[in-house]
């Protein structure tokens, strides 16, 4: 029987193990996750959503406070169309970020930088180009562009000098996306070096509508990997979304995957973002649990747990510190629900039902977004004493991955009393 360490993702001209760690905004793939990725010799990602409040939050500078400071007269105005980012503010943030990654690097993989086109942050074009430019700037490996269909990105860095040496992928839902990217990509003569298929089970936002259960990850793979056969490109295709076990990986690998990208399985790792209650949360998931809701103000689908604190919450919008969703006329749909809420009901405690502030919800981990097997987690761990399940390593689940025969999960070892060297990877 096959196992993923059999099969090695090439890229680039380099190979790697054939694991994919998926940006998880915010901030919940962190760099340390991201390295260990890299050090047991597969690719790991960090995120660039909401890079301001994150770097703030390592670094101790304060980005967020000053754009709070320089746009406060704005609170109380319905109209947000004034509150803009700095853009060498951004530019500083994002490679404070990446590079202070890319510093730790250690072993023969890789880290990319997953960036969401659909954080328009006020002014779509300008902040995209400098996220993108700023991540090459500071040394990403790579950049995995997600959340949109990108039609602009590749021309915002068109200049940069490391715009054909960085490796460039995409994350679609389907190959008529696939399509209009790479008619741009071949516009430039640069296309990706690789793509991210990402199918209905992934966690995040979705590429897909209420339709999403009747899409299948494996037939969307197989449709894309005959495609770029027969079109004679040679960009590996990798497979994401709902991949548990080594054996689901061993699958796509077989339909002609070169890798695969899994998330939801680390956020239970001790390198993980999350805070520890979330985590137990996520091990404590049932299947019914889990739902798939429009209350994104992007527009997307997301996948999120139902007892996500986020659900239902009136907080105050806060565009002056945050605003990453604001479209460039200062417009959010988590606003424009509040603003409707305040006049309705004058005075009164008003839940926002429909949408959520993603700025605030995601900052303060309220948004307990998963994959759709995040049930499952619980048959990966082991409980203590107490009740609560044990965090696990992330080179623990990157090794089961890697390592493991069909659907086995290699349970850890149980924590030692002494408290050291808790986890033993398999
Ligand atoms: C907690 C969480 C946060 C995520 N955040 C992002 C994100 O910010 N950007 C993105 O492109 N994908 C995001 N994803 C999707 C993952 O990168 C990945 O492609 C997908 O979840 C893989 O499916 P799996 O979780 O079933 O393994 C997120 C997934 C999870 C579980």
């Known amino acids: 029987m096959q196992i993923v360490d059999n099969y090695r993702l090439k890229i680039g001209g380099r190979d790697y193990v054939p694991i994919m760690i998926g940006g998880m905004g915010v901030n919940i793939s962190t760099s340390e996750l991201a390295l260990e990725a890299c050090r047991l010799g597969g690719i790991g990602h960090i995120s660039d959503a909401m890079v301001l409040v994150v770097t703030d939050r390592k670094f101790g500078t304060t980005f967020t406070r000053a754009k709070y400071e320089k746009h406060r007269r704005y609170q109380e105005s319905i109209d947000k169309s004034a509150v803009k980012f700095d853009l060498e503010d951004l530019k500083q943030a994002q490679i404070m970020h990446v590079q202070r990654t890319m510093e730790k690097k250690r072993g023969s993989g890789a880290v990319f930088v997953n960036i969401m086109e659909k954080l328009t942050m006020s002014d779509p074009l300008p902040t995209l180009k400098t996220r993108l430019c700023a991540a090459l700037d500071a040394g990403a490996d790579g950049i995995t ?7 602009h990105s590749l021309g915002l860095m068109e200049g940069h000098p490391r715009f054909r040496d960085a490796m460039i992928g995409i994350i679609v ?16 003569n640069r296309l990706p070096d690789y793509v991210v298929v990402e199918g209905p089970l992934a966690g995040g936002h979705l590429g897909f509508g209420l339709e999403w259960a009747e899409y299948d990850l494996g037939a969307i793979v197989k449709e894309v990997v005959s495609f770029l056969e027969a079109e004679d490109l040679k960009i590996p295709v990798i497979a994401a979304g709902g991949i548990f076990t080594g054996g689901d990986a061993v699958e796509l690998l077989e339909y002609g995957a070169g890798g695969v990208q899994v998330a939801t399985r680390f956020t239970v790792t001790r390198e993980c973002g999350l805070p520890n209650e979330v985590k137990q949360q996520y091990f404590k998931a049932l299947p019914e649990d889990v739902i798939v809701s429009s209350c994104s103000p992007t527009g997307y689908l997301i996948r999120l747990l139902g007892t996500s604190p986020c659900l239902g919450s009136n907080v105050k919008p806060n565009c002056e510190a945050f605003g990453y969703a604001l479209s460039r006329e200062g417009k959010c749909q988590y606003l424009d629900a509040y603003q409707q809420g305040l006049s309705d009901k004058v005075g009164a405690k008003l839940p926002i039902q429909e949408k959520i502030c993603l700025c605030y919800h995601f900052s303060q981990y309220h948004c307990y977004t998963c994959g759709h097997n995040v049930y499952r987690l619980k048959d990966t761990s082991i409980v203590n004493e107490d009740g609560t399940y044990q965090l696990l390593s992330a080179e623990h689940v990157f090794k089961d991955y890697q390592f493991s025969v069909g659907d086995e999960l290699c349970l850890p070892q149980r924590a030692s009393k002494t408290g050291l060297g808790a986890v033993v990877g398999i």
Do not use: P
Request: net charge positive; charged share 15%.
């Open 145 to 151: 562009l997600s959340a949109g269909l990108h039609t």
């Open 173 to 188: 839902s389907s190959l008529r996306a696939l399509k209009v990217f790479l008619r741009g990509a071949q516009r430039l």
